[in-house]
Structure formats: structure tokens, C-alpha cells
């Protein structure tokens, strides 16, 4: 039987990019969700358009809080794998079957894309060849996983693992970061994780939302407080 | 007690906010929390007017030289446990609102679906 893949983004003021990402997932056959994150450029009006299955934020929360209504979208969706995207064009559908085919080999929960194995990683920006390494490296040491990126926002998750921790991501106290902090709560809960090399491609136009030092302490800052947290402690 | 011209504004002063919580306790604008907060510092700036000598006791017992000090000392701590209070007010209601967003995004997700 084959696999039913369903892909999953998040966007804030995308118009630019959105059509070709939308495009692309389409021509490859899988079904789509955009969470639009308060966007005010039309993104979601392209988005529907094209065929993709929106839902809106009334207002911008944040892209971590975007990924956790994708998630909550997808439990409900019939399919068996939930791909994870960026909806700037960075990443590549066509990589989507390696996900795919990893996660069929190993069993594994979770395939997280990892930058740093694909062949372009040497034209990475400074900030993240410098950072990226060392918080993987922490959460390494917290989680007993074995990644080379924590951080890569391409990712897949079985479906019947992922609504096994539905709960976990309601608690999630620093959606913001994460990251982080879901790979804590799913290796506490027992998950697995695997990897594949991907390539990213250069954004178009435009740039991360996201300021590089606010990000690296609000990750120090979420693993602080999901250690500290009760739900974290208990949860098995 | 001895009434001087500043003595006798804070004192006015004090009263006149202690009727104006009032009022707006009537017109129930203003929560039973906040309200017991600015009536008990109101009540007790209008206090310490009235009896100006129970602050120079006050300071003695706190062991500073001049009232002032004691005063600001005070007003800093009173300050430093409202910003606490209102940014762990804030903190809990950004994550109110963002549920209600979420739900809200979903709502409408799962009617657009069945529609």
C-alpha cells in the first residue's frame, strides 16, 4: 500500500514565494497545509488558491505556535507521514521520498533533514556553522540522540507517533523555540529520531524572521524551563 | 499631630483615590485584586500624612538617617512587586490569547472543511 504523505507549511508574508513552494508539492502529488501566521501580502489567498488546504491565525503568534496548529491540522488528516517544510523555497519537495524512504528503513519516528550533511553546507552563513553544531550538541547530550542538525525545520513524522504526544505539544510552554524543546518531550516520551542529508536552496528575497542572538537565547531558555517543567519531569 | 501644607495635600490627595476606587469598584471597572492593591497604598500614603511621626519611627526601626530613604525604599519595593505582578498577568494572558487564536484557526479550518 503506498505511503500518504502530507505536507505540512508555515507562512508569514510569503506571497513572493509561496505559489512556486505550493506548486511544487503539488506537481510531486502530496497533499498540503499552510498555516498562514497573520500574514497581511495575500499569502493565503495565493495559497488556496493553488489547491492547498489554508488556516489562518487571526494574528501573528509565531512560527513555533504556526507548527503546532499544522500539526494539529494534519491528526486530522488521513495520511500516514506529516512533512514539515519552510514556505520561503529553501526547501526542495523533491527531497520529500528520502524522508520517506528513511523513515521506512529505520522505523523511525521522526527523519529530521540535516543541513550540515548536505553537499552545500559549506556555503552555510557564519552564524549558523559557528551555533548550529553547539546547540545540536546540547540537546545531543539532554535527548540521547544522535543528529548533526536540531535545528533544520524540514522534517517527518509518522502520523500514529506524532498523535501519540498530541498531549506533549499542548504543553509545550516555548513553542517559539521549538525545536528544542519538542525533541526534549519526544525523547522523554520514547521517540526516535533518524536523519537524511538535504540540500537547501537560496532564498529568492527576504530573510528569517528571526534575530540570530534573540533565537540562541530563547533556546537556552527553553530548555532551562522545560527542565524545570513539571510536565516535562512526569512525562514517560 | 502636626499639619503642614504637604501633610494636608497627601492627605486630601489619599482620600480623593480612595473615593475614586471606590467608584469605580461600584461601576465594577476595576477587579477585586487591583482594587485591594491601590486601597491599600492609598490607605496607607493617607495614613502615614495623617501621622507623620509613625514614619519617623518607622525609619528609626529600619535604621536609616533620613525618611526620604526610607520613603523611596519603599516605593521601589511597591513598584518592583506590581511590574512582577503585571508581567506575570501579561505572560498568562499572551498564552490565553494564543490558545484562542489556535482554536479559533481550527474552528474555522475543520467548518471551511465540512463546507
Redesign the interface.
Known amino acids: 500500500m503506498a505511503v500518504r504523505v502530507l505536507v505540512t507549511l508555515t507562512a508569514l508574508n510569503e506571497a513572493t514565494h509561496i505559489a512556486s513552494v505550493i506548486n511544487a508539492i503539488r506537481r510531486d502529488g502530496y497533499q498540503c497545509i499552510l498555516v498562514d501566521d497573520g500574514s497581511s501580502d495575500g499569502t493565503h489567498k495565493i495559497s488556496a488558491s493553488l489547491g492547498a488546504q489554508v488556516i489562518r491565525h487571526a494574528i501573528n503568534l509565531g512560527q513555533g505556535h504556526a507548527v503546532l496548529t499544522s500539526f494539529k491540522a494534519a491528526l486530522e488528516e488521513d495520511c500516514d507521514i506529516i512533512i514539515e517544510m519552510d514556505a520561503d523555497g529553501q526547501h526542495d519537495s523533491s527531497q520529500i521520498p528520502l524522508f520517506v524512504e528513511r523513515m521506512q528503513e529505520t522505523g523511525a519516528d521522526i527523519v529530521v533533514g540535516s543541513r550540515i550533511l548536505g553537499s552545500n553546507y559549506a556555503n552555510a552563513p557564519f552564524f549558523r556553522k559557528t551555533f548550529l553544531p553547539h546547540f545540536t550538541w546540547i540537546i545531543n547530550r539532554l535527548t540521547g540522540y544522535r543528529m548533526t542538525d536540531a535545528m533544520c525545520g524540514f522534517r517527518a513524522f509518522r502520523k500514529e507517533s506524532l498523535a501519540k504526544v498530541e498531549g506533549v505539544l499542548d504543553k509545550m510552554l516555548e513553542p517559539q523555540y521549538g525545536a528544542a524543546e519538542m525533541f526534549l518531550r519526544f525523547a522523554r516520551a520514547g521517540l526516535t529520531v533518524e536523519e537524511v542529508p538535504i540540500d537547501l536552496k537560496e532564498r529568492a528575497s527576504g530573510g528569517s524572521h528571526k534575530g540570530l542572538v534573540r533565537y540562541g537565547v530563547g533556546v537556552l531558555r527553553a530548555i532551562v524551563r522545560v527542565l524545570a517543567d513539571k510536565s516535562y519531569r512526569h512525562l514517560r | 499631630m502636626k499639619l503642614t501644607i504637604i501633610t494636608a495635600f497627601f492627605s486630601v490627595f489619599s482620600a480623593s483615590m480612595i473615593i475614586y476606587i471606590f467608584s469605580r469598584i461600584k461601576r465594577e471597572t476595576i477587579g477585586f485584586r487591583s482594587a485591594l492593591v491601590w486601597l491599600s497604598l492609598w490607605l496607607g500614603i493617607g495614613f502615614f500624612s495623617i501621622f507623620p511621626g509613625l514614619l519617623d519611627w518607622a525609619t528609626r526601626v529600619a535604621q536609616m538617617e533620613l525618611r526620604i530613604f526610607f520613603v523611596l525604599l519603599v516605593a521601589v519595593f511597591i513598584l518592583f512587586a506590581i511590574v512582577f505582578n503585571l508581567s506575570s498577568r501579561l505572560d498568562r494572558m499572551q498564552r490565553n ?2 490558545r484562542v ?2 482554536e ?3 474552528t ?3 467548518q471551511n ?1 465540512r463546507g
Request: charged letters at 25%; hydrophobic letters at 45%.
Open positions: 490569547l494564543e487564536v489556535q479559533l484557526a481550527m474555522n479550518y475543520r472543511r
